[in-house]
């Protein structure tokens, strides 16, 4: 406490503040000057050496976003020409689906025009075939008609050759073209 006593009391006011001593002046710029050394020392590397790490870093992180953005540059225009030839892609299939559907159809209606065809041709072929088979029974039938009509009229059985001479001249005498010629027009 005898410190604080020997104070002046203009001192304990603030006043030797506004009118410095030389002793005071002389070691402030002495305390000052050996705090900027240390500092200069030991303290400015290390901050200097701390801020040329955050600025590599911050450069690093720089490129590394130019890089990244360069890459997804890339990688978007890489994935636009993918799209661009699956959409080409995808059109060549639904146009070779159409054309291939299309050849499907027009060979569906060749075929069934075929069969429609060979049903005709078939067809024909039948009523040929029961044309021909009712003319020969017509001629069968006309033939035993002929056989019965002569032995009644001549009252007696005839033997197989007069038979067969009769028939064949009534069977001359009947025009079958113009019965088959007319189951051909219907």
Request: proline share 2%.
């Amino acid at each position: 406490m005898s410190a604080l006593a020997n104070i002046p009391l203009a001192a304990s006011k603030g006043s030797f503040l506004i009118k410095p001593s030389v002793g005071l002046a002389l070691w402030t710029l002495l305390v000052f000057g050996l705090t900027m050394v240390l500092l200069a020392k030991l303290a400015f590397p290390r901050i200097s050496q701390a801020l040329e790490r955050r600025q590599r870093t911050i450069e690093e992180s720089i490129d590394t976003a130019q890089r990244t953005r360069e890459e997804a540059h890339r990688i978007l225009a890489e994935y636009r020409e993918r799209l661009t030839e699956a959409r080409a892609q995808a059109d060549e299939i639904v146009q070779r689906a159409r054309q291939a559907a299309q050849a499907h159809e027009r060979e569906a209606k060749e075929e069934g025009h075929e069969i429609v065809a060979e049903a005709a041709r078939k067809a024909q072929r039948e009523i040929e075939a029961a044309t021909r088979r009712a003319l020969d029974d017509i001629r069968k039938e006309v033939a035993d008609l002929t056989i019965v009509a002569t032995e009644k009229v001549t009252r007696k059985a005839l033997d197989e050759a007069d038979q067969r001479r009769l028939v064949e001249e009534a069977l001359a005498e009947l025009d079958f073209s113009a019965i088959s010629a007319g189951a051909h027009e219907d």
